[in-house]
């Protein structure tokens, strides 16, 4: 049976596109192209939420969508807003009689971080590089009126999985392969604490995930067969997740041991001057980053620039960057804890 792609629609939603002017909690990265969606919970209330992003400068995140829950009201429950465009197209709205911009390709800082990875977070990284996190990621933040052991309601639970078959199936992921992109060569199906050090989207989503991933492999592959001959014979229930590429995945040529000794000693220096050494760790997001360009740059181990510093810039009791030079003059800045790293050099 072949997939037919295309079909999957996008969900009724509420378009409350967020103008530049109120919120710069984004990058442009380049085009945005999305190949996969990682989910989070918001720790509030979906309008509230709404208003959060709206302050301007203080505005320190942003996600493509949210969805309302249980505690927002029969109003709320399972209501799709749409706060930034996943494809990147830029356009103005209008408020209260003002036109405003909207940036094209604006990457939410939703699933930055990116200080620690884990699940599927290092073979991501290591494959698609550090700009896909936020890049080529639909971010769907769930309402959970902001207490984390809130359950998703029914209509919660089928717009989010209505929202994220869409994006699969626009990502041309086959039914039978999600969570795995094949054309990607990793799962995309991403939870936020993949990458991050929080445990966001919490227990009642991450307890739910066999249930979730099943659902949108049955929207998947609704949309995906429609209109093919029905089988001859009754088919078979949906199979629980399929087996997953093993995440001890490396690029062809790269040795652990190898990248290991290549990557040597970096130095890392505290905002309070104190030093310790960070060696090569393979779910290491800094060493993932660097594995992914040097892969990009068709480079062999013996190719790739060691590692030289790690300076932390500035630091008070909630922020601080971080800077961390390679042989070459690659660099890697993080303008904030919570966002991800980028290659500015
Ligand atoms: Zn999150």
Redesign the pocket.
């Known amino acids: 049976m072949t997939s037919t792609f295309g079909n999957v629609p996008h969900p009724p939603f509420v378009d409350r596109l967020i103008p530049d002017t109120h919120n710069r909690a984004w990058d442009d990265l380049g085009q945005r192209k999305p190949i996969g969606v ?5 720790l509030g209330s979906l309008w509230g939420t709404d208003a959060y992003f709206r302050r301007g400068a203080a505005s320190r995140a942003l ?1 493509d969508y949210g969805i309302g829950g249980s505690t927002d009201g029969g109003q709320g429950d399972g209501v799709i807003l749409r706060w930034n465009d996943p494809l990147g197209r830029g356009t103005a709205v209008d408020i209260d009689g003002v036109s405003h911009r909207v940036s094209a390709n604006r990457a939410p800082w ?2 930055g971080g990116s200080d620690d990875l884990e699940g599927d977070g290092p073979a991501f990284v290591r494959k698609l590089g550090i700009a896909a996190i936020n890049r080529d990621l639909v ?1 769907i ?1 769930r309402s959970d009126g902001g207490i984390e052991s809130t359950p998703m309601s029914p209509k919660q639970f089928e717009s989010i999985c209505a929202l994220t078959a869409h994006w699969f199936d626009h990502a041309r992921v086959p039914w039978e392969q999600f969570p795995f992109n094949p054309g990607a060569g990793v799962t995309t199906h991403m ?3 993949e990458f ?1 050090s ?1 445990t ?2 919490f227990a009642p989503v991450t307890n739910r995930i066999a249930e979730l991933q099943n659902r949108i492999r049955q929207i998947l592959k609704a949309g995906q067969t429609l209109g093919q001959p029905a089988p001859a014979t009754t088919p078979a229930p949906l199979a629980p997740s399929p087996v997953q590429p093993a995440d001890d995945w490396w690029p062809q040529g790269y040795a652990i041991d190898a990248l290991a000794a290549r990557f040597g000693v970096l130095m890392k220096k505290e905002a309070d001057g104190t030093e310790r050494p960070a060696r090569f760790d393979p779910k290491g997001v800094i060493s993932n980053a660097w594995v992914a360009r040097g892969v990009a740059e068709q480079r062999t181990v013996a190719q790739l620039p060691i590692a030289l510093r790690w300076w932390v810039l500035h630091s008070n009791e909630d922020q601080r960057c971080d800077l961390v030079t390679f042989d070459d003059r690659w660099t890697l800045f993080r303008p904030d804890q919570h966002v991800a790293w980028t290659w500015i050099a």
Do not use: G, I, R, V
């Not at 990682?38 to 918001?42: D, E, I, K, N, R």
């Open positions: 990682c989910q989070h919970s918001m996600t939703a699933n971010s933040e939870l936020h604490y991050a929080k966001c989207p």
